[in-house]
């Protein structure tokens, strides 16, 4: 076996498409006369699991947890002046649904920020309301693994940093 592990089992990592997962182990198949060996990865919250490659799982994006400070990174984001571009929904929903399939928290952070609405801002729409809610549980998840709580303190934890800064604004 030629494949170098980099998780083992235990490890929580980052699957772009998915979010948050758990190593449950690595497992070796016979393919076609060759031995693949296959992370297998849980995502707790989708009741999923998932096979990947050892072999692709640089190039599928599979990563471990982001670094304390991509998080900090990430929550600065969520304090930023929103900037919502003036083009079709359609083409703003497709770049936010790609900023959370990176799998990339800052990116993630930025959709939070941009679709979040204060108590005093009107409505979202069914669709911004999916999306919101996709990317606050993607960055929740993992906030949580990084800092060892659990999910809904870290969703507590984002809605908070997201409405002091709306009040300071307001002040």
């Known amino acids: 076996m030629s494949e170098k592990l980099e998780f ?17 182990g690595v ?3 016979a393919v076609a006369g060759q031995s693949v060996s296959l992370y297998s990865i849980m995502f707790e919250q989708d009741r999923m699991r998932l096979k990947v490659p050892v072999s692709k799982a640089k190039t599928s994006g599979l990563r471990r947890l982001s670094s304390r400070d991509r998080i ?7 304090q930023g002046k929103s900037k919502v571009r003036r083009v079709m929904w359609s083409r703003r929903a497709q770049e936010y649904e790609s ?25 979202h729409s069914y669709s ?16 949580a693994a990084v800092e060892k ?12 940093v997201l409405t002091k800064e709306r009040d300071k604004k307001a002040a």
């Open 149 to 160: 709580i659990d999910q809904t303190k870290a969703t507590q934890k984002l809605e908070g």
């Open 99 to 123: 900023k959370i399939n990176s799998g990339d928290p800052v990116s993630i952070a930025e959709v939070v920020r941009d679709l979040h609405r204060g108590v005093d801002q009107p409505e």
């Open 8 to 24: 083992k089992k235990g490890d929580f990592v980052v699957y772009p498409a998915h979010g948050v997962g758990r190593v449950e």
């Open 27 to 29: 497992d070796s198949y």
């Open 72 to 78: 900090k990174e990430a929550l600065s984001t969520l």
């Open 128 to 143: 911004e309301r999916q999306i919101y809610q996709a990317a606050l549980e993607r960055l929740a998840r993992e906030l």
